[in-house]
C-alpha cells in the first residue's frame, strides 16, 4: 500500500514535470540543431578556411586507347595515383580508361604502366580500380556518370554518388581539338556537352564545386562553353597550340607522360594531406617555357578566390573534423585535419602554417561550445532546461532505486 | 588468514582488475573498435558519439550512429564523467559489483555466511576473459551483466521490490532479457535452492505465502517501474524517437556491423521483402524457449534462469563475448551437475576453438583483405556450437541429476546441500 502510495505520487510529479518541460522545450528544439550544425560548418571557417563541402571525388578519364597512347594512360593514373595519396578513396574515384596498354603485348615490362624515363615508379601496381575499361570508357557512359542518370543495375561502384556539398575533381586526357575531345577513336564529345553535363548536375545539385582540369590539344576550348556556377577549370593549351609529351623512355619505346600533367603532377609531389598551398599558388607555376604549350585557368564561375582555394579542397579526401578530448587542458582547436591519422612529413613550410593556424585557431574556438543562437537568453535558458531534463530523471531514477533498495 | 579466503582473495582479485584496467598498455590495444567485444547497441564509442550529440542540442536518436538508452544519457552527462580513466575505474567497478552479486546468490543457494568455494566463483567471474575484455573495451553489456546478477540476487534474497526495479531497468537497457521475467518470478515465489535433485511440481517447493495474487502485484510492480521509466527516458530524449531507436533497433536490426552473433549475416543477405517475416521467426524463437525451461526447472528457479541466461547468451540480435560469458561464469554456482555433464572436453574445446578464430578471421577479412566474411561467419556459427553445447550440456546435467547414480556425488565431494 505504501509502495502503490510512493509510486503514484512520484509518478504524478513526474508526469506534470514531463508536460511542463515538454511545452517548453519542443518548441525551441527544432531550430537549435540546424543552427548548431550550420554553425559546426562556418565556426571554423573564419579569415582562412572558406571552403564548405564535405566529402570529394573525382572523375579520372583517359579517352584513348591503344599502345602508342601510353601517355594518356600514365597520366590519368599517375592523377590516380596522386589523388588516392592525398586521401581520396577508390570508392569515391570513378577512374575510367581504356586499360589496355599495361598487359599489351608490346609491353617490355608487362603489368607496369611508368611516367617517367627511368621508370622509377609503376603507376599500376596490384592496388589500383578501374571503373570503366576498355570499350565501356564512352561519351555515353561519361555523361552517364557525371548527371547520374543510369539504369538501375549499374553497381555502386560506377557511379558518382555526389551531393550538393561535394567537391568533385573532373581530369580529361586524349586527343582533342577545338571544343572536342576524341573517345576512343570512334566517337567524339564536344565542349557543349560537356557544359550542359555541368548543368544538369548543377540542377540536381550533384556538387558543390568542380574543378575541371584537361590535358589534351586545343585543351582550353573545351571549357570555354561552361555556364553553370563554381566550376573551375583549367587546360593545357589554347585553342590553335598542341600540347606535347614530356619524355620518352627508351626501353617502352613511346612517350610516357604529357608535359602539362608532368609538371601538375610534379608539383602535387610536394603536397601531402595537411597541405595549405593553394590553387594559385598551382597556376603560378604554370609557364609557357616549361609547358611548351599556353595553360589556361578559367575562374570567372568560381566563387571564392583563387589564392584561398586549397589544392586538397579538390584533389585531397579532407574533411573539417573537430577534436574534443575531455582530459586535454586546453580545448584543441579544430584545423582542416583527413580522415586518416598523422600526415607522413609536413614539409617546414606547411608546419608553419599549421602552427600560426592552431595559434590563431585557438582563439576563436576556447571555450565556446553553446551554440550561438539569436539571443543568448533563449540559449541559456534551453542549455539550463536541457540540464534539468537530464538531472531530473537522474534524480528520479536514482532516488527510486535508492529508496526501494535501502527500505525495509 | 589463508590467502584463499574469500576476505583477502576478493580485494586481491579486484586490485588486480584495477591494475589491469589502469595499465596503459591497455589504452594502445585498440579494444574499444573490437567488434567481438561491443556491438552497435552497447559501444563505447557510439556512447560517446551521443553523449557528445546530446551536449551540443542535436538530438542523439536523429541519426543512425546512438542505440544506447536515454538512461545512459542522463546517467553520464549528471553522475558520471565520461573521461577514460573514470570509465574504466568505473566498469571494473561494475564487474566487481557483478562478482560479489554473483559470490551472494551463491551463498543464497546453500544459504550459508560463507563457503570454501567463495574465492574460486568470484575469481569465475572477474577473471573470466569473456567478461574481462569486453569490460576493458569499456563495452555498455557490463552494465547488463551486473544489472542482471543483481536481480537474481535480490530474487533470491527475497526482496520483490528492488528485483523488479533492477529488472525494469535491465529491460530498458537490453530488451530481450524480458525473457527472463518468468524465470524471475518463479524465483520469487519459491526458493533459491538446490532441488534438482529432487525435482517436483511448483506448488512443493514454493514460498508459504506465494499465491496468484502475490504475483499479480509483482507483475504490476515491474509495469509501474517500467512506465516510470519510460516517462524518465523520454523526459531526457526530449521525446518519444528513443523507443525506436533503443527496442525498435533489437526488433528490426537495421545495423549490421559485424559481431559473434547469429543474426547479423543472415540480415545480410536477407531479401527485403522476406526481412519482416524472418526478424518475426529470429525474435518469436527466442520466446520459444521460456515456457518449457520454466516448466521443466519449476522446482529450480535458479536453474530455470541458468538456461534462459545461456538462451539469450546464444541468441541475442547484437552478441558480445559477454554474453556467453555471464552463462560460463554463473556454472560455477551448480557444482552439483558437474559429474553429469556428458559433454564437458567438447564444450571446452570449441569454446577455445571459437575464441581462437573469431579475432583471427575477423583480422584476415577486415584488416588483410585476404579473407571474406563467410570466414568470420563460420567462426560465429562454432561460437554457436559452443554456446549450444554448454547449454544442452547444462539442462542434461540439470535433469539427469535427478537419476543419480554418479560415484562422486556418494563421495561428498559436492559442497551443495541438495533438499
Known sequence: MRLLFWTT????????????????????????????????????????????????????????????????????????RTVKRLGIPDSNIILMLADDVACNARNKFPATVFSNQGRSLDLYGENIEVDYRGYEVTVENFIRVLTGRMDSSVPRSKRLLTDDRSNVFVYMTGHGGNEFLKFQDNEEISAFDIADAFEQMWQKKRYNEIFFMIDTCQ?????????????????????????????????????????????????????????????????????????????????????RPLDRTLITDFLGGVAQVELVDEDASAEEPSFSADNFSEPESPSDEILLAVEAELRSGNNIS???????????????????????????SAAVVGGLIGWIVTSR | MDWREFRVAFPLLVSCRLLLALTPFVNSLGLDHNHQLSSPTNS???????????????????????????????????????????????????????????????????????????????AAYLLNPYILLPNLALSTVSFENTLQLLVLLYACRRRPSP??????????LSLYSALLLPSIALLLLSSPHSHLANPKFFT????????????????????????????????????????EKTWGVVL?????????????????????????????????????????????????????????LGVLGMFKPYLTLADPGLFLSMYSVFPEIFPYLSHPLPT???????????????????????????????????????????????????LRIAIGGKESEDEGEIAVVQE
Open chain 1, 219 to 303: 585543351a582550353n576550348s573545351m571549357f570555354s562553353k561552361i555556364y553553370s556556377p563554381n566550376i573551375l577549370a583549367t587546360g593545357s593549351s589554347e585553342v590553335g597550340e598542341n600540347s606535347y609529351s614530356y619524355e620518352n623512355d627508351n626501353d617502352v619505346g613511346v612517350a610516357v607522360i604529357d608535359t602539362f600533367t608532368h609538371y601538375v603532377l610534379q608539383f602535387m609531389e610536394g603536397i601531402n594531406k595537411t597541405s595549405q598551398l593553394t590553387m594559385q599558388d598551382l597556376f603560378n607555376t604554370f609557364s609557357f617555357d616549361k609547358i611548351k604549350s599556353t595553360p589556361g585557368v578559367r575562374s570567372d564561375l568560381f566563387g
Open chain 2, 44 to 122: 563505447y564509442v557510439r556512447l560517446q558519439e551521443g553523449l557528445f550529440l546530446f551536449k551540443h542540442d542535436i538530438d542523439p536518436y536523429a541519426g543512425g550512429s546512438f542505440y544506447h538508452s536515454p538512461l545512459y544519457l542522463s546517467l553520464f552527462t549528471t553522475v558520471l564523467p565520461t573521461s577514460r580513466f573514470v570509465s574504466r575505474i568505473v566498469w571494473t567497478m561494475l564487474d566487481v559489483l557483478g562478482a560479489w552479486a554473483l559470490v551472494n546468490i551463491w551463498r543464497e543457494r546453500q544459504s550459508v555466511v560463507r563457503t570454501s568455494r567463495d574465492t574460486l566463483v568470484a
Open chain 2, 204 to 243: 512443493a517447493y514454493r514460498h508459504p505465502n506465494a499465491s496468484l495474487s502475490t504475483l499479480l502485484s509483482y507483475i504490476g510492480e515491474c509495469v509501474l517501474y517500467s512506465v516510470v521509466l519510460c516517462l524518465c527516458c523520454t523526459v531526457v530524449a526530449g521525446g518519444w524517437g528513443w523507443v
Open chain 2, 348 to 398: 571446452t574445446l570449441l569454446h577455445l576453438h571459437a575464441s581462437l578464430l573469431l579475432p583471427l578471421f575477423h583480422s584476415l577479412w577486415l584488416n588483410q583483405g585476404t579473407g571474406n566474411a563467410n570466414f568470420f561467419y563460420a567462426s560465429t556459427l562454432v561460437l554457436g556450437m559452443a554456446n549450444g553445447a554448454a547449454l544442452v550440456d547444462a539442462i542434461w546435467a540439470g
Open chain 1, 366 to 392: 576556447r571555450g565556446d561550445r553553446t551554440p550561438t543562437t539569436a539571443t543568448n537568453v533563449d540559449s541559456s535558458w534551453y542549455g539550463l532546461v536541457k540540464v534539468l531534463r537530464a538531472w531530473g
Open chain 2, 252 to 308: 528490426t536490426l537495421p545495423d549490421l556491423t559485424p559481431n559473434p552473433g547469429l543474426w547479423w549475416y543472415f540480415f545480410t543477405e536477407m531479401f527485403d521483402h522476406f526481412r519482416p517475416f524472418f526478424l518475426m521467426v529470429f525474435s518469436v524463437h527466442l520466446l520459444i524457449y521460456v515456457a518449457p525451461v520454466c516448466l521443466k526447472f519449476q522446482h529450480d528457479p535458479l536453474f530455470a534462469s541458468f538456461a534462459l
Open chain 1, 9 to 80: 505520487t512520484s509518478l504524478l510529479l513526474l508526469i506534470s514535470f514531463f508536460t511542463f518541460v515538454s511545452t517548453g522545450s519542443f518548441a525551441t528544439e527544432t531550430a537549435i540543431p540546424q543552427d548548431a550544425a550550420r554553425d559546426f560548418f562556418t565556426r571554423h571557417a573564419g579569415p582562412e578556411k572558406t571552403s564548405n563541402h564535405t566529402n570529394n571525388w573525382a572523375v579520372l578519364v583517359c579517352s584513348s586507347r591503344y599502345w602508342f597512347n601510353y601517355r594518356h594512360m600514365a597520366n590519368a593514373l599517375g592523377m590516380y
Open chain 2, 163 to 172: 528485483a523488479l526495479l533492477l529488472a525494469a531497468i535491465l529491460i530498458h
